[in-house]
């Protein structure tokens, strides 16, 4: 019994420590002086700016990577074709490369230097901070749906065809309703990497104010560059607001389903 | 009726149907009974379009099926697990076939009703999967086959998810449906005590061929080969002749060409009698005898007796090879 408190506390201190105090902190500075300040340092319009192509970039990206994801989650539990190992590997990819280097490739392939030689405008503008984000949350919607696309099996879909359903009947009324969940989180995973992507941010968007600076490159460049630490604990609440403004519409949405 | 021609199916090395061919009749309720890993679920899913053979035709009343979908083959399947669909109510499960067809709502909430009422689901409708019993979702999972007026009913190891007494009863239950609903029903089973008391017809397969096709009683009493009258029920082995125990019985004194036997042990099973004997060269046999006999005979471990086989001669087999010993 004791050693179960000592082991739960362990635990609470971790997260506590390392989680919750720092970001309550940020929390605490942002309305420090009223909410009223807060109001103002984010609807500035460099901080409207970067908030709308935030979301902009979200919702770009969302639906290319639910796409792709479930295309690949299919091929990966369901599908027997030469290369499948290496389409595995490859999805894990953008886990283990850092988003820097993500970044820097990104230039060299669509820079002006690069293969293509700056016949695309990517870099520096919103497609290649799409492209970028693309990559680094690739795997998200993939790896929470194969392992649920698995564990549900072919009978039903195999019940299905002898009913009667074409594939796309069978993939609408009973695949995709039997892994909502999975894709639910991978969605709200995807969103909120998104949102916080940085890194291969830095390398090729402009992080011009108003124009190519997203959420994260704001709360950066306000804290480095302008030494404005109260505008940077404001834009952060707002990133982390956004965040948990997902999280929180999709539990709604899941639980409104099951009823 | 299901015609099968000469279909072989290959997974990788493994031979899962090596040139198989059957005929299963217009209404009948054919059982197809093997050993797991006999062929018998790939034979089922190949006719019902889930598989398809490497070589060999499937002929459904008339019409060849062999490159058809599963869609097309006007088919009902049902599955072991049952594959509810469990986002889905009872109702809707039921009707997804037709609603896929696009029938009008009315004319689904009909049939669904209708057929509810025959699976004994009548209040159920709304209810999720999840909140019925194995044995009930395995009846919604008939319903949803039957839903859209199929031309076979193939049926894949239906009640083996489920406990021996709800087992016993859906059997009995399916038994009466077919009689009353009469479509053409192929199911797939590994017990024989199932195939013998529901099917008219039983297809007995082993390592990728069918056996011996014939009625229960027909293969119980005349059985092809060793592997059949194994797979059936119980068998004696007396030197190289193969007799079912029941064909066995024990004399207090020596009579024409009866055989000197020790008994080894008796046990009493309800309303049989199992005998433990030994024969003279020290083999082993035993034999099943009626409360009365055993009575008459009173016999205990350590007695001699003298052991004749009685019964039908077609029922007794010569042991041709050790194939009976892979099935005891």
Known sequence: MSTRIALRSVALTYLGVLVVVPLAMIFYRTFEDGFVAFFESVTTPAAISAISLSLTIVAIVVPLNVVFGLVTALALARGNFPGKGLLQAVVDLPFAVSPVIVGVALILFWGNDGWLGGAFPVIFSLPGMVLATVFVTLPFVVREVEPVLREIGTEQEEAASTLGASRWQTFWRITLPAIRVGVGYGVVLTVARSLGEFGALTVVAGGVAGESQTLTLLVHARYIDDHNTFGAYSAATVLMGLALVTLVLMTLLERRREA | MITVTNVSKRFGDFTALDDVSLEVPDGSLTALLGPSGSGKSTLLRIIGGLEFADSGSVVIHGEDVTGVVPQKR???????????FKHMTVHDNVGFGLKIRKTPKERIDERVNELLKIVGLGGFAKRYPSQLSGGQRQRMA???????????????????ALDAKVRAELREWLRRLHEEVHVTTLLVTHDQEEALSIADNIAVMDNAHIEQVGGPRELYDRPANSFVMGFLGPVAQVDDTLVRPHDISLLSRPEGDAREAQVTRVSHLGFEVRVELQLGDGQPVFAQLTRTEAAQLELSAGDIVWLALTGDRDARLVSEDDRLDAVA
């Open chain 2, 142 to 160: 008939l319903a949803r086959a039957l839903a859209v007026e199929p031309r076979v009913l193939l049926l894949d190891e239906p009640f083996g």
């Open chain 2, 74 to 84: 006007g088919i009902g399947f049902v599955f072991q697990h049952y594959a509810a």
